[in-house]
Nanobody, 125 residues
Framework: QVQLVESGGGLVQPGESLRLSCAASGSIFGINVMAWYRQAPGKQRELVAK???????NYADSVKGRFTISRDNARNTVYLQMNSLKPEDTAVYYC???????????????????WGPGTQVSVSS
């Protein structure tokens, strides 16, 4: 079992910044992918940014140049620095991780998909 806990959401004005954190815990042998998704009211969940172990991050076009995703592998933690926030960034932000639960899973490339409960980000004047 893997648990993801997000923190750092809140209410800010347009142009301000927030930093989200997500810590993974549990039976983790290794984490392949850590990512942030978001879901606004009435819309589908969408990928915001992801970082795959050993590769460069990927971002949704709508957040490029404003958001930065980073990982602390020693702490199994992923961050999302969000700058120049806009009202359209308002959503529930979810942490996602693709995890190897054991050495055998790593050898067999079997990944466990885990989600956090989400944290609300609201951008409004």
């Amino acid at each position: 079992q893997v648990q993801l806990v997000e923190s750092g959401g809140g209410l800010v004005q347009p142009g301000e910044s927030l930093r989200l954190s997500c810590a993974a815990s549990g039976s983790i042998f290794g984490i392949n992918v850590m990512a942030w998704y978001r879901q606004a009211p009435g819309k589908q969940r969408e990928l915001v940014a992801k970082i795959i172990s050993g590769t460069s991050p990927n971002y949704a076009d709508s957040v490029k140049g404003r958001f930065t995703i980073s990982r602390d592998n020693a702490r199994n933690t992923v961050y999302l620095q969000m700058n120049s926030l806009k009202p359209e960034d308002t959503a529930v932000y979810y942490c996602n991780a693709l995890v190897y639960l054991s050495p055998a899973d790593r050898i067999g490339n079997r990944l466990s998909n885990s989600w956090g409960p989400g944290t609300q980000v609201s951008v409004s004047s």
